[in-house]
């Protein structure tokens, strides 16, 4: 796997690892208590992170996707709260407005969102339109130099601790998901009230919010690409936004493996550690082929993205296999640790419960099953 990366990646994927270890590790109890880690990315921002694949031009360190998918991986190693914020500000925001913003909204908003002054959130999800997020009802009408948008979101991770949030609704609800349109719309914007927060499962330190728009004013300088084209925008990048997701999930599930290694290497019973009995070793086993496998589908996905090839079915796949993995290894981490594993004194509960959310969120596995099938059947 080494052998896949540059020396520029290995540089980097040292520098994530080092950042996570001494400024995030320190941090997750308090994420764990819902401290929302705005210290710990204004730090990220300082160090290029926010805007990893941002070209130069826009403030950003103009490095290559696989570059970012590593910094996912690492940082997902230490803490789960750190690698959605990440992604979803990067894949589904920052990268969105580069490839489908004209040159004043890229000015306009690019730059604060790769140094960090700016966080970003993506706003699909309807508490009627889930998985098919084609039939959203947010409804967008054109008043004079404005667009008046009402309706809600649900589930907008990093809502209300964003600065800026991209914006699905329907400019004509008679072309379904072909009358829906993108939107930029800054925090401060008259009508964008912020609601619930949710009391999750897992990640406990990022923010998932329900969001209302109560005559929501927006420029119509704030369209994003072209009216209509809104769904397309999503898919599209969710395309790629994926591969984080899977990455994230991959980082959930190294984790989790090295911890149920080293306690099964030190953890005695009948007189030898635990991880000479085959029922251990066989389970480690297992858990570290699946690992790997997961490891070669997502950077393979972002093998494929860095060289600007196509990569929707391979980004499913790996986010399908590598969320399985994670719920799976985690869970059997659990196991290794016994009685242990079930208290919150060590750390495999956590990765458990972060790990359930990569087979639900940024698309099901369902839904990658009906991307990948319909992939192969072109
Ligand atoms: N790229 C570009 N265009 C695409 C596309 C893609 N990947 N997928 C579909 N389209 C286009 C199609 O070409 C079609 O246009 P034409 O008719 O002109 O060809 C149009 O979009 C409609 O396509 P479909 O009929 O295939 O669409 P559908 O309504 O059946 O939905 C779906 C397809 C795959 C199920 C889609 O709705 C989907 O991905 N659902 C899951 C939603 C999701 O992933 N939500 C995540 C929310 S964000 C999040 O979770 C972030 C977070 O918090 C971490």
Request: with cysteine; hydrophobic share 40%; charged share 20%.
């Amino acid at each position: 796997m080494e052998l896949m990366f540059t020396e520029e990646q290995l540089m980097m994927r040292k520098m994530v690892r080092d950042f996570a270890q001494t400024e995030i590790a320190p941090k997750v109890e308090s994420m764990e208590n819902g401290e929302f880690p705005r210290d710990i990315l204004a730090k990220m921002g300082e160090l290029g992170l926010m805007g990893i694949t941002t070209p130069e031009q826009y403030g950003g360190a103009n490095m290559d996707f696989t570059s970012y998918i590593i910094a996912i991986n690492e940082l997902s190693r230490v803490s789960a709260t750190i690698g959605v914020i990440l992604s979803v500000h990067t894949s589904v925001v920052t990268n969105l407005i580069l490839y489908f913003g004209n040159e004043e909204q890229k000015q306009k908003y690019v730059p604060k969102l790769a140094s960090g002054q700016y966080l970003g959130a993506f706003c699909l999800t309807e508490p009627s339109a889930g998985s098919d997020a084609g039939s959203l009802k947010s409804k967008a009408v054109k008043d004079g130099n404005n667009y008046i948008i009402n309706g809600s979101k649900v589930f907008i991770t990093n809502g209300g601790e964003a600065d800026v949030y991209i914006v699905f609704a329907s400019t004509d609800p008679t072309l379904g998901s072909k009358g829906i349109s993108a939107f930029l719309v800054e925090k401060e914007t008259e009508g964008l009230v912020i609601g619930k927060d949710e009391h999750k499962m897992g990640l406990h330190g990022s923010r998932t919010v329900q969001l209302n728009f109560d005559n929501m004013i927006v420029p119509a300088e704030n369209l994003l690409g072209q009216m209509g084209d809104g769904f397309k925008i999503a898919m599209a990048n969710l395309d790629v936004g994926r591969i984080g997701i899977a990455s994230q999930a991959l980082g959930i599930a190294e984790a989790a493996l090295e911890e149920a290694i080293t306690y099964a290497q030190h953890r005695y019973q009948f007189g030898k550690p635990i991880s000479n009995n085959q029922g251990v070793g066989f389970k480690l086993a297992d858990m570290a082929t699946a690992v790997e496998a997961s490891r070669l589908l997502v950077y393979r996905a972002a093998d494929l993205r860095t060289k600007g090839l196509t990569c929707g079915k391979e980004a499913s796949m790996a986010k399908l296999f590598a969320s399985k993995t994670a719920v799976e290894v985690t869970t059997e981490a659990i196991q290794v640790f016994g009685g242990y594993g079930y208290t919150m004194d060590y750390p495999v509960e956590r990765f458990f419960r972060d790990a359930k959310v990569t087979e639900i969120y940024e698309g099901t596995s369902e839904i990658q099953r009906l991307v990948i099938s319909k992939h192969l059947n072109k």
